[in-house]
């Protein structure tokens, strides 16, 4: 199939990529990017294709003959670091969408509605065989309805039971006692769902669904993310920090997506390899490393350099976020003898996990962090509740800087003051408390 | 006091019923959202209340523990539950029927986990989800199975089929006689407005049901209190209204307002509980596929029903009231003004509208809403 060129013009001067260090960060996005290139011909040659959520059972597609699949926030933060956000954002609102939509799951919406694809990103995504989310929240369900509908192909909605408030050090229990840390009544429904999504794809695709090479995946995710636990485990502990958040959000998002392969297996031992080399010869992304900082929330697609901003000036080095973390702690699965129940288990109340205030305190002293800087998005009602993260870790004397801003939305992005803003909390909180 | 002004007194003082029954030594559960199913609560020997926010207090104790950018009616409440507004409640029970509520839910536990001298009454959850699958049906029929074990625990007492079968009887009786009230609005001229309808509906929330149903039927049998109201008749779409500001400043420019999704208003008594079969099975049913159940419908769906309650009402136009914070009913607007357009029938949007609407948003609100009713004048 012949390249597209992205004729898309619009830069930002404010919005940079990041500089990477790691061998496996370039191997890994190359790999994505062939990935794609590979899946847009597969799709081209006829073969069915899913364009499914991050939080969904991607283990299904693999396990039927690898049926091609897209994850939304995977393609939203192309289109973002692309920087067609706010050419795609303005283009709803003139379609009579609101200006203060939520803008994280909807980028990939903003696209299709399009239907422009040459200017599209990669050019464009075709029409799926099938959509897939969890209705973790109200506009999720309208979203991805309506990006059925432009792509004329079906919705498969997995429903979302609502989490507990709270259950205690969970990431001490999910690995084995998930049933307890979830709950009989919430998987049994997931497993309902998850066999109906087997069966529609049985029946729509002709491909079958092997129970035991859905084993070998689910066994094989397993070592990925051991390897993704040990990475984590090193980071936390090595001073100063051998590798820079650009990095890890990068390598570990592209390694996520192929999670089950062998391929993610063998890039996981490379990535942790790779790092324990670094560590082992004192290698750092910031020698004169004075200020080790957290990042809650989104990765900022739209401006990874933001995270290296702050090394030259003040020794600052963003160590963590979310991603590598909820790698380590939400992804092992003892399956207990039925892997379905146990992939029911994995991404039910991730999102929730993702935002529990004692996990990320658990991790910012794990990491040992001087401070925290927090995205809130205010049109995701995700960010409701981030008070409770703020409050939970500054009770444990750990300084947090919430930012609104929005992590695909580079049209409300101001650098500089945001810059100006995180540098005050440096000097004024993280520096002047040590 | 004629039996509307002591629906409207309810309306205004949305405790006193509560207050009343307490003095009997009663108790009262307050309920978040319209997916709890009253009866059971009624049944189990409890005042069902249902919760609101105040537009005219400000938020300053929900402002130290939540954001401020989710509906404000649902942080409304979070802020009175912090300024002790409710303390006549002796159990609150909230519904999944959106995520604000289910937010509050959460904020709940977590204001009182960071601060254990900040408590509330005991709360449940009823977790009813939101596809029409069999899949949803038999997860919402476990949540009710476990919504009766609670209110048993609760009241003491074993709920019997019998008096879920009493309740069921007596809340579909008021939806009845609610019915009437939206019959008298859909004529032409319409013989209630739409300020009133509101407080009568409203009151049904705050009151017992065989209280509320005896000052409607009384209400009813008088037809000489009733005139004909003129004005453009208007259908309101959109976010969840609470309280009367909005209808009174719309219907200030020379409307009536004739229909509304709300369940508030007109979406609160539709849909009755089958009293033929199983009252737990009737319940489970009712709750999750009710047609008029908002979050079970499609984009498809929402535009069809925009389209029909406008035109059922013989409205002359539509009007979008989304409050800031909700954004779920703006995903529809486009496809229902669509379904509109193509039948002749003028609608305007209303964004980003605020909780409590202040002098000047009243005048921004009044100069929008005139100048739509000018341009259907002139259709
Ligand atoms: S509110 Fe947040 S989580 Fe929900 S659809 Fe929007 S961006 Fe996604």
């Not at chain 1, 694809?117 to 099938?130: I, Q």
């Amino acid at each position: 199939m012949k390249k597209i060129k992205n004729t898309n013009k619009q830069t930002n001067p404010g919005h940079k990529r990041s500089v990477k260090q790691l061998k496996v960060s370039a191997i890994t996005s190359e790999y994505q990017k062939e990935w794609f290139r590979n899946t847009r011909k597969r799709l081209a040659a006829g073969e069915p294709f899913c364009l499914a959520n991050a939080d969904t059972p991607h283990e299904i597609f693999l396990t039927m003959d690898d049926i091609p699949f897209v994850a939304t926030q995977w393609w939203s933060a192309i289109i973002s670091a692309k920087q067609m956000s706010a050419y795609y954002f303005d283009k709803m609102n003139e379609e009579g969408y609101q200006k203060n939509i939520c803008r994280y799951c909807t980028l990939p919406l903003a696209c299709a509605m399009d239907h422009h694809p040459v200017k599209a990103p990669w050019g464009g995504l075709p029409n799926p065989t099938l959509i897939l989310a969890q209705l973790s929240c109200d506009e999720q369900t309208k979203i991805f309805e309506q990006m059925a509908h432009e792509y004329n192909c079906k919705f498969f909605a997995l429903e979302y039971p609502a989490p507990a408030p709270n259950y205690p050090r969970w990431w001490e229990k999910v690995e084995n006692d998930w049933e307890e840390v979830i709950g009989a009544q919430a998987l049994d429904l997931r497993v309902e769902e998850l066999k109906e999504l087997i069966r529609f794809l049985e029946t729509t695709t002709a491909r079958t669904f092997s129970y035991k090479k859905f084993g070998e995946i689910m066994e094989l995710e397993n070592q990925q993310e051991e390897y993704l636990k040990k990475i984590r485990d090193l980071l936390a502990k090595v001073r100063p920090c051998p590798v820079g958040l650009p990095d890890q959000l990068a390598t570990t998002m592209n390694l996520q997506w192929h999670r089950g392969t062998q391929w993610g297996l063998d890039h996981a031992k490379m990535f942790y390899e790779e790092i324990k080399n670094k560590a082992d010869k004192g290698d750092s992304v910031c020698k004169n490393e004075k200020i080790r900082l957290m990042w809650i929330g989104r990765g900022l697609w739209h401006n990874t350099a933001f995270y290296q901003y702050f090394e030259k000036q003040y020794g600052a080095v963003f160590t963590n976020s979310m991603y590598l973390s909820i790698a380590a702690d939400g992804y092992i699965r003892n399956p207990r003898g039925d892997y379905l129940r146990a992939l029911a288990s994995r991404h039910m109340f991730m999102g929730y996990c993702l935002r529990d205030p004692e996990w990320q305190l658990k991790e910012a002293l794990n990491y040992g962090v001087d401070g925290a800087i927090m995205i809130v998005a205010s049109n995701c009602i995700d960010s409701v509740g981030n008070m409770f993260i703020s409050m939970t870790l500054e009770k444990a004397g750990i300084p947090v800087l919430p930012i609104y801003a929005d992590a695909v939305d580079a049209r409300e992005w101001d650098d500089e003051s945001i810059k100006a803003l995180v540098s005050k909390f440096i000097e004024e909180r993280c520096i002047g408390s040590k | 006091m004629n039996s509307f002004d002591l629906l409207k007194k309810h309306y205004e003082n949305r405790s006193m019923a509560a207050m009343e029954w307490k003095l009997k030594g009663r108790k009262v559960v307050g309920y978040i959202g319209d997916d709890v199913p009253e009866e059971m609560i009624i049944a189990a020997g409890f005042l069902p209340v249902r919760m609101c926010g105040d537009p005219g207090s400000d938020m300053a104790e929900a402002d130290k523990f939540s954001e401020s950018f989710y509906d404000p009616s649902v942080r409304s409440i979070l802020n009175m539950l912090l300024t002790d507004k409710y303390n006549f409640l002796d159990y609150i029970i909230f519904s999944h029927s959106n995520d604000a509520v289910l937010k509050l839910y959460h904020q709940l536990w977590w204001i009182n986990n960071l601060n254990p001298d900040i408590s509330f009454p005991p709360v449940h959850l009823f977790d009813i989800l939101h596809t029409k699958y069999l899949t949803t049906g038999l997860y919402v029929r476990g949540e009710v199975q476990k919504l009766k074990t609670k209110l048993e625990e609760w009241s003491g007492k074993t709920i019997s089929n019998e008096m879920l079968s009493e309740s069921i009887a007596l809340v579909n009786g008021n939806r009845n006689l609610l019915k009437k009230i939206e019959k008298l609005r859909f004529v032409e001229p319409a013989l209630i407005s739409g300020t009133d309808a509101l407080q009568i509906i409203g009151s049904s929330m705050f009151m017992h049901k065989q209280d509320h149903s005896r000052l409607l039927e009384q209400f009813l049998n008088l037809p000489d209190q009733l005139s004909a109201k003129k004005g453009i008749r208007l259908h309101i779409e959109g976010s969840d209204i609470d309280n009367n500001e909005f209808y009174n400043i719309i219907e200030s420019c020379g409307a009536v307002i004739v229909n509304e999704r709300n369940s508030w208003g007109n979406t609160y008594f539709q849909d009755n509980v089958d009293e033929s079969c199983d009252p737990l099975e009737a319940i489970a049913e009712r709750y999750h596929l009710r047609p008029s159940r908002y979050r079970i419908q499609s984009l498809e769906e929402t535009a069809l029903y925009c389209l029909h309650s406008t035109t059922v009402a013989k409205a002359q136009g539509t009007i979008f009231f989304l409050t800031e914070g909700d954004p779920a009913p703006t995903w529809d607007v486009p496809g229902q003004k669509k379904a509109l357009e193509e039948n002749n029938i003028p609608a305007h949007n209303l964004n980003n509208q605020k909780y409590f609407i202040n002098d000047i948003d009243r005048t921004v609100i009044k100069t929008e809403v005139k100048n739509f009713l000018k341009s259907i004048k002139n259709i």
